[in-house]
């Protein structure tokens, strides 16, 4: 059976590099939310998502569960059971700084939901009409927690958390919870919650050669 003591863990330059980017974004992003408007351009892009027919309603607001706050435990007690504790730590951490960073950003950008600030938005389901909208919260967690995942997944399988991410942040906009803006900041600020994390916990060293993952027969390192 394949233990954790035999895999190496490293600190990527990558990781440094996303939180720098994360960084020079969510300040660009914030700069153009300040005031708390949002710009023809952004509404224009909210109304072709938010406009789409209400037949995807009950699926969206499915989706966007994946991002409750509740997802990053989980992860973290998955990876324990996969004996993958960096990992879990990383998980850990990534929750920590959701709930951290979007609490410091909301104290520099103070931004209303789009039920407030964009003219005939369409609010679906229990989607508040007022409260802060810049960034999303669902967001960041998920933005995170696939830059921490990722390295543990091989082949197609580092798609999915992608997949997943792009989903919850197009049900954020389509059920009039999120402007475009809110969802950009957001990945910036997952990114630079997951790269810390990463620089803190560390991630496995790669390739693995062929060989040595059939002989342990797992599909997660």
Known sequence: MHHQTDVRYRRRRSDALVVGAGL???????????????????????????????????????????????VGPIVAVVALVFRRSRLAAAAAL??????????????FVERERPGTTIPDAI???????????FVSG?????????????????????VVPWLVVALVAFARIYLGAHAPLDVVGGVAVGLLVGG???????????PMSRAHDRHHGASVR
């Open 196 to 206: 810390a994390a990463n620089l803190i916990a560390g991630v496995p060293e790669r």
């Open 123 to 133: 609010v679906r389901g229990d989607t508040p009409l007022t409260g802060v909208s």
């Open 24 to 70: 020079i974004t969510i300040l660009v992003c914030g700069t153009l939310a300040h005031e708390g408007r949002v710009g023809r351009l952004e509404a224009s892009v909210f109304h072709a998502i938010n406009g789409l027919t209400d037949a995807f309603s009950p699926v969206m607001r499915g989706v966007q569960l994946f991002g409750v706050i509740m």
């Open 138 to 158: 669902h967001v960041i967690l998920l933005v995170g927690l696939a830059w921490v995942v990722a390295p543990y997944l091989r082949g197609r399988w580092r």
């Open 94 to 107: 990534v929750t920590i700084g959701k709930l951290l960073a979007e609490r410091t950003v909301w104290q």
